[in-house]
């Protein structure tokens, strides 16, 4: 069993290190496509400045050497300057960025998982009740507002009509309760209803028919034997959600004014910052390939007739 994990996961390493090559790759040519770069945005810049910053940046090279460059570069952990944040590195501001981006997003996760996963063994245990009726009518408002919405209405709430909180910005946990909160509404919307969809799966199997010939407690077949399958689903959803939870909000950290990865991506986009944008998109990937690993890895405890590699 511990060899063919080995192997497996040596596997999944040389598939994800492919991955980040033509992310890369892609990247790289995509942004040199788009018109305009990060030095022309500027107009109070003269032109001796600007031919200045771009040797500076060696962007006067031919093309295929500023790729093996940022290539090789990028290989050693390197992420390079930024072209529009003097004085820092892109790994300094993305290990800056990924704290605040992080913090955000573990609150968001347990809150996700804390309401959601109730949610939808209450839902499945009450299938066709009022209660279950409920449950899936907040879970598909959770899925349909989008999360900006449901910002501004928490800020005109919470902030202006019942000032509990702030509106914005990073310090102490009260400033991110609110943007917690609204990052996770629609996650636990999903949660609750894989989880619903699962555990009503499950609840129709021999085992659980058997259970309850047993006399066993409803709460102990819930909790004790049906939920261990019925999370399959739900482990599915969270390898991609969590490494876009943990790598931020765009929409979120800009209303809340977080300085988080989310903000960086957007302004590194906006501005052209080429290496900014790179190393964004190049930690988000990583993120995602370390997080399906995980996934992939938990089917195996959570359902015994899962094989690993299958």
């Not at 929409?251 to 944008?277: C, N, Y």
Request: aromatic share 10%; proline share 5%; glycine share 8%.
């Amino acid at each position: 069993m511990l060899r063919t994990l080995t192997w497996f996961v040596v596997q999944r390493v040389l598939w994800s290190c492919a991955t980040l090559w033509l992310v890369f790759t892609a990247t790289f040519f995509l942004m040199r496509l788009v018109p305009g770069g990060p030095f022309q945005l500027d107009r109070n810049v003269s032109p001796e400045i600007r031919r200045n910053l771009i040797a500076r940046f060696r962007m006067d090279l031919p093309l295929p050497q500023q790729y093996w460059e940022h290539l090789f570069r990028t290989a050693r952990g390197d992420l390079g300057p930024s072209f529009t944040i003097a004085d820092y590195s892109v790994n300094e501001i993305l290990g800056q960025g990924f704290v605040v981006s992080s913090a955000l997003g573990v609150f968001a996760l347990l809150g996700a998982l804390g309401l959601g996963v109730p949610a939808g063994v209450l839902s499945a245990a009450y299938r066709g009740r009022s209660v279950d009726r409920w449950v899936m009518l907040l879970a598909t408002l959770g899925i349909a507002v989008p999360n900006f919405v449901l910002a501004s209405l928490c800020i005109l709430v919470f902030v202006f009509v019942v000032p509990v909180f702030p509106a914005g910005g990073w310090g102490t946990w009260r400033q991110l309760v609110l943007p917690s909160a609204c990052l996770a509404a629609p996650f636990a919307a999903y949660i609750a209803r894989l989880t619903r969809t699962g555990m009503l799966e499950v609840l129709g199997q021999d085992y659980i028919r058997l259970a309850r010939a047993k006399g066993l407690r409803s709460s102990a077949i819930l909790v004790r034997h049906a939920l261990r399958g019925a999370m399959l689903p739900v482990v599915s959803y969270l390898g991609p959600t969590t490494a876009g939870i943990l790598t931020g909000s765009l929409v979120l950290e800009k209303v809340f004014a977080l300085p988080g990865m989310g903000s960086h991506f957007v302004d590194a986009a906006l501005q052209r910052d080429f290496t900014l944008a790179m190393g964004a998109v190049l930690v988000y990937t990583l993120l995602l390939s370390v997080m399906m690993l995980i996934v992939d890895i938990s089917y195996v405890l959570l359902d015994p007739r899962v094989k690993i590699g299958e």
